[in-house]
């Protein structure tokens, strides 16, 4: 007998399940891949804003702290949004009074770090 709950069949459910349980554990080395570049520090002082709000919920910064890596820049700004400040090494989020700073190796983002602003 298949049971549903909100529309979600047992099946749909379980698929969900699994699909979860696999990302979660093909992150096991979550954070800070190494990465080459100029240090972050502060957004590229002197540059203005992207122009865009640029923040994240604490729905978008678990998701990235549970992504494998690398990552495309597409992917990162389709889940992310575009990001308040950007350069050529790094987008910045606000994230509850802090930057969140998705850093990049070429076109691929390659981590994350929190820094305050």
């Keep these: 007998m298949i049971a549903q709950v909100n529309g979600f069949t047992t099946e749909t459910m379980l698929a969900g399940l699994l699909f979860i349980s696999a990302l979660l ?6 954070a800070y891949a190494p990465i080459g570049g100029p ?3 502060e957004y590229a002082p002197g540059t203005q804003p992207y122009g865009a709000d640029g923040s994240v919920t604490d729905a978008q910064a678990i998701a990235v702290e549970s992504l494998a890596w690398p ?4 992917d990162m700004v389709g889940g992310l949004g575009y990001p308040a400040h950007m350069t050529e090494w790094a987008d910045y989020y606000s994230y509850q009074g802090r930057w ?3 850093r990049y ?10 820094e305050d602003k």
Excluded at 25 to 30: H, Q
Excluded at 71 to 74: C, D, G, I, P
Excluded at 105 to 114: H, I, L, M, N, R
């Design 25 to 30: 554990t093909s992150c096991s080395e979550l």
């Design 39 to 41: 240090p972050v520090g």
């Design 71 to 74: 990552q495309s820049r597409a």
């Design 100 to 102: 969140l700073v998705i």
């Design 105 to 114: 190796s070429g076109p691929e983002a390659v981590g994350y770090q929190y």
